[in-house]
């Protein structure tokens, strides 16, 4: 025999009773998300300039995100170049095939 599922009213107790601790835990995550988008951000000016010696006309599209190898993170620019930015400070910068143009470790 299928157990009857709880009442609304008990499912709406325990809602309620967690709702603090969710709203605690959201608030946080938004006070560190904008802390990412503004390290993000200095990563990027930084980028941007060196992006402007290499080729003048190519610029960053999209922040990728975590490298695969999770060691750094990674950007891709107009031209299909790819940025790599490792957890050391290390900078590499590839082509759109992969070959390496530019490693500053």
Do not use: H
């Amino acid at each position: 025999m299928r157990q009857r599922p709880p009442p609304l009213k008990e499912i709406a107790e325990r809602i309620e009773k967690g709702k603090e601790k969710r709203s605690r835990i959201v608030q946080e995550l938004f006070k560190l998300y904008d802390r990412v988008r503004e390290l993000e951000g200095e990563l990027e000016e930084e980028i941007t300039e060196l992006l402007k010696r290499l080729d003048e006309d190519d610029f960053i599209v999209e922040f990728y995100g975590v490298t695969l190898e999770n060691n750094g993170l990674e950007w891709w620019t107009k031209r299909g170049k790819e940025i790599y930015v490792r957890a050391d400070g290390s900078i590499e910068v590839c082509d759109r095939r992969g070959k390496p143009i530019l490693r500053v470790l």
